[in-house]
């Protein structure tokens, strides 16, 4: 394999890893602060329809992205009403959040433009557009370092760079600051939380907006970025994905982007069967490797990837003794 191959596979990576890494991050504050989540599917899936909606109606992104945002806050809300203050069930919250985006999105799509489910292909300011970063033409004739650059670097949308930006203040966040130590603790031991006087609604609360707010931005990013519109059930499992890879990166940030990238280099590989069969001279079939990212999937909750432990509280509803 040639390296500006190497590239164009490492490029396709990077676009394909974006929605994984922002909802793989979503779930990492969730399931920290004890509130599984497994609705990232049907929050990206509802955020990436509105999303396209609204920048195809008022023709800029920026609305649209708002607007995504807001439909993904408002499931996350809904998971937060049944599962922290009615205590319910997190699992079926989430279930019942991936059917309701599945329908809702094809059902108001269709009534909304008559194209079958779809929204009208977005162009100009209504999609977010490659973004060539200082000085990529000018050194893209140096060897190895100016195509790497020029390439691989740059040339990505906006959400890319502020997906990975992302991970560095999660940690920071997390790690760093008294609101990461009081969300862990919450989903260590919400009783001692508790008793310390700070409030373990309000901290679950503040995590699932977070979720919503990431994933908004993920299923943004699918149809205005990664896409140019919206088309019925376009996060296409993706939700489930980033779980399997919160879970093999043991709920970390830094470990979370390797795994989204590693499933992002499968993704990568189906469109580009040729560079398999030239690697181990053999012909894949197209749909094993469309299925790669989700055997992977099942390797990894099957606990093949290490032993990972969850938060002790999480999917626990948390009761104050009185």
């Not at 990461?180 to 006087?197: H, S």
């Not at 032993?307 to 009761?319: F, H, L, S, T």
């Amino acid at each position: 394999m040639d390296y500006m191959t190497l590239l164009q596979v490492l490029d396709t990576t990077v676009r394909l890893a974006i929605p994984l890494l922002l909802a793989c991050l979503a779930g990492l504050f969730s399931e920290r602060a004890g509130i599984f989540d497994i609705g990232l599917e049907g929050k990206m899936l509802a955020a990436a329809f509105l999303s396209a909606a609204v920048a195809a109606t008022s023709g800029s992104v920026w609305v649209g992205l708002l607007a995504g945002i807001g439909a993904s806050v408002a499931l996350s809300l809904i998971h937060g009403l049944a599962s922290i203050t009615f205590r319910g069930n997190q699992l079926i919250s989430g279930v019942a959040i991936n059917f309701l985006a599945a329908g809702m999105t094809v059902l108001i799509a269709q009534s909304w433009f008559q194209q079958g489910g779809r929204t009208p292909s977005l162009t100009g300011a209504a999609r977010f557009n490659p973004l060539t970063l200082p000085f990529a033409d000018s050194i893209s004739e140096v060897p190895v370092i100016g195509p790497a650059y020029s390439e691989l670097i740059s040339g990505h949308a906006l959400v890319v760079y502020i997906a990975f930006a992302i991970v560095p203040l999660s940690w920071w966040v997390l790690y760093r600051t008294r609101f990461g130590l009081r969300l862990r603790a919450v989903g260590e031991n919400p009783a001692a939380v508790d008793t310390a006087g700070i409030s373990v609604v309000g901290l679950r609360y503040a995590a699932v907006i977070i979720c919503g707010v990431l994933c908004g931005i993920a299923g943004a990013y699918l149809s205005t970025a990664l896409q140019a519109g919206f088309i019925k059930d376009m996060s296409a499992g993706r939700g489930f994905i980033a779980l399997a890879a919160l879970i093999f990166a043991k709920w970390r940030p830094w470990h979370a982007m390797y795994a989204c990238l590693l499933f992002g280099l499968f993704q990568a590989l189906e469109l580009r069967p040729d560079i398999i069969e030239r690697l181990i001279g053999i012909r894949v079939q197209s749909q094993l490797l469309s299925a790669l990212p989700y055997i992977m999937t099942v390797v990894i909750l099957a606990g093949l990837g290490g032993k990972a432990i969850p938060p002790r509280a999480g999917g626990e509803p948390y009761v104050k003794e009185r």
